[in-house]
């Protein structure tokens, strides 16, 4: 029984392995055929493990980018390119909340202007799928790599020491999705229930943030965005390959830069709103 569990939950994660065994040719009928042989076959009693170098033929005959995706640096590829393209949604996304600063009525027209855009529900599924993807692998990485092969490869890309902001990611991640959910149901998914003539966006947002409970919400929240973007993006670009030193600096820095200008855009809206709108 003990070989059996040590064998599925072998070398790739029992839900990952799950998972991506769906996308991988080793579904196809030809080894199920040979698994219900085998399934078929009275258990050895002389051996109390599986054949030891089971997982490895399955990770042989694996599709190359199931394979990929698999590795534990495969699956930080996947995290630095998805969290890369939610930076980029969130530089637009303050970029257009900053026309709250000129009135409730430059913010309605930007907002109508988005939502008139025949191309949003394609924009809003990508941006749904790379959220889901980015928060699937998070969680396939830190289950399964918290043992040694991540801090092995964190000190082969000479990361160097650890941060508050590198050692907390495992909070600041989930805190930031509790934050997402609350968010996306002020101002996206509550709209939905609202009649035309009472939907005043600019409106929602500033009851909401002038509330004491949103505006705690949502300063603290761009708080943790702050530490989660100060490590996620030079992780991100030494993850794709630039941990060379002389990239080290340049990266540091524009994260740096990057995460400052997040947090002041973001974090202003609800002091404004609270104290002044
Ligand atoms: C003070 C900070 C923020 C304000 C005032 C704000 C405001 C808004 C508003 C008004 C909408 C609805 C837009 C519309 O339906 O036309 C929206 C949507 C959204 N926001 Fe924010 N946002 C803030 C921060 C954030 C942060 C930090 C994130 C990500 C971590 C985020 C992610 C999203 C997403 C994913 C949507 C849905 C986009 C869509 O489906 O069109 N927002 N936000």
Same mark, same amino acid.
């Given at each position: 029984?003990?070989?059996?569990?040590?064998?599925?939950?072998?070398?790739?994660? !029992?839900?990952?392995?799950?998972?991506?065994?769906?996308?991988?040719?080793?579904?196809?009928?030809?080894?199920?055929?040979?698994?219900?042989?085998?399934?078929?076959?009275?258990?050895?009693?002389?051996?109390?493990?599986?054949?030891?170098?089971?997982?490895?033929?399955?990770?042989?005959?694996?599709?190359?980018?199931?394979?990929?995706?698999?590795?534990?640096?495969?699956?930080?590829?996947?995290?630095?390119?998805?969290?890369?393209?939610?930076?980029?949604?969130?530089?637009?996304?303050?970029?257009?909340?900053?026309?709250?600063?000129?009135?409730?009525?430059?913010?309605?027209?930007?907002?109508?202007?988005?939502?008139?855009?025949?191309?949003?529900?394609?924009?809003?599924?990508?941006?749904?799928?790379?959220?889901?993807?980015?928060?699937?692998?998070?969680?396939?990485?830190?289950?399964?790599?918290?043992?040694?092969?991540?801090?092995?490869?964190?000190?082969?890309?000479?990361? !160097?020491?650890?941060?508050?902001?590198?050692?907390?990611?495992?909070?600041?991640?989930?805190?930031?999705?509790?934050?997402?959910?609350?968010?996306?149901?002020?101002?996206?998914?509550?709209?939905?229930?609202?009649?035309?003539?009472?939907?005043?966006?600019?409106?929602?947002?500033?009851?909401?943030?002038k509330s004491p409970i949103g505006?705690?919400?949502?300063?603290?929240?761009?708080?943790?965005?702050?530490?989660?973007?100060?490590?996620?993006?030079?992780?991100?670009?030494?993850?794709?390959?630039?941990?060379?030193?002389?990239?080290? !600096?340049?990266?540091?820095?524009?994260?740096?830069?990057?995460?400052?200008?997040?947090?002041?855009?973001?974090?202003?809206?609800?002091?404004?709103?609270?104290?002044?709108?």
């Amino acid at each position: 029984m003990r070989g059996g569990r040590r064998y599925h939950s072998g070398q790739s994660g !029992g839900l990952t392995r799950s998972i991506l065994r769906l996308f991988s040719p080793l579904n196809s009928p030809t080894r199920s055929g040979s698994d219900s042989l085998s399934a078929a076959r009275p258990p050895d009693p002389t051996r109390a493990d599986p054949p030891r170098g089971a997982c490895r033929l399955e990770a042989h005959s694996m599709n190359p980018f199931v394979k990929f995706l698999n590795s534990s640096i495969g699956r930080k590829y996947v995290m630095a390119v998805t969290g890369l393209s939610l930076t980029l949604f969130l530089l637009v996304h303050m970029a257009g909340n900053l026309t709250l600063y000129a009135g409730p009525k430059a913010f309605n027209d930007y907002a109508y202007l988005l939502e008139s855009n025949p191309l949003l529900p394609v924009a809003e599924a990508g941006l749904a799928a790379l959220f889901f993807v980015h928060v699937l692998f998070a969680v396939f990485l830190t289950t399964k790599n918290k043992a040694s092969r991540t801090d092995k490869y964190r000190s082969q890309l000479g990361m !160097g020491a650890k941060s508050v902001a590198s050692t907390t990611m495992w909070i600041t991640g989930p805190l930031l999705l509790v934050f997402l959910l609350i968010h996306l149901w002020d101002f996206r998914i509550s709209k939905e229930f609202l009649d035309e003539s009472e939907y005043d966006l600019a409106a929602m947002v500033t009851a909401r943030l002038k509330s004491p409970i949103g505006f705690g919400i949502y300063l603290v929240s761009m708080g943790v965005l702050g530490f989660h973007m100060w490590h996620a993006f030079q992780s991100a670009f030494q993850t794709l390959g630039f941990a060379q030193p002389r990239y080290r !600096g340049l990266i540091k820095i524009t994260g740096r830069v990057i995460t400052v200008l997040l947090v002041a855009g973001f974090g202003g809206i609800p002091i404004y709103l609270f104290f002044a709108g």
